[in-house]
């Protein structure tokens, strides 16, 4: 059985950080490239970061600078370390991987970046 869980969300003041983990299960992780998508109230999904299965990583350009993502193919888990976070980075947050088509997607983790 597939599980895909994110946790670390929380509230934070603008310029605090977060720490973003995303643990899998019942299928190849290691092949399996790992997005983090991100959805804000009213707004549509949009792709944050992405990390390969060769550790090559991607950002989205307002984030870049400011989250790192990585994975542990020993334990199956990908992180998003977050940081100088502000407002806008405001969303829930869900660990998507990916692997010619098929995918799998988790509840998603809520963040919340307000003062």
């Known amino acids: 059985q597939v599980q895909v869980v994110e946790s670390g969300g929380g509230l934070v003041q603008p310029g605090g950080s977060l720490n973003l983990s995303c643990a899998a299960s019942?299928?190849?992780?290691?092949?399996?490239?790992i997005n983090w998508f991100r959805q804000a109230p009213g707004k549509q999904r949009e792709w944050v970061a992405k990390?390969?299965?060769?550790?090559?990583?991607d950002y989205r350009d307002p984030v870049k600078g400011r989250f790192t993502i990585s994975r542990d193919n020993g334990r199956n888990t990908v992180s998003l370390q977050m940081s100088r976070l502000e407002p806008d980075d405001t969303a829930v947050y869900y660990c998507n991987p990916f692997y010619h088509g098929t995918q799998y997607w988790g509840q998603g983790t809520q963040v919340t970046v307000s003062s």
């Open positions: 990390i390969d299965s060769n550790g090559r990583t």
């Open positions: 019942g299928f190849r992780f290691t092949i399996y490239t």
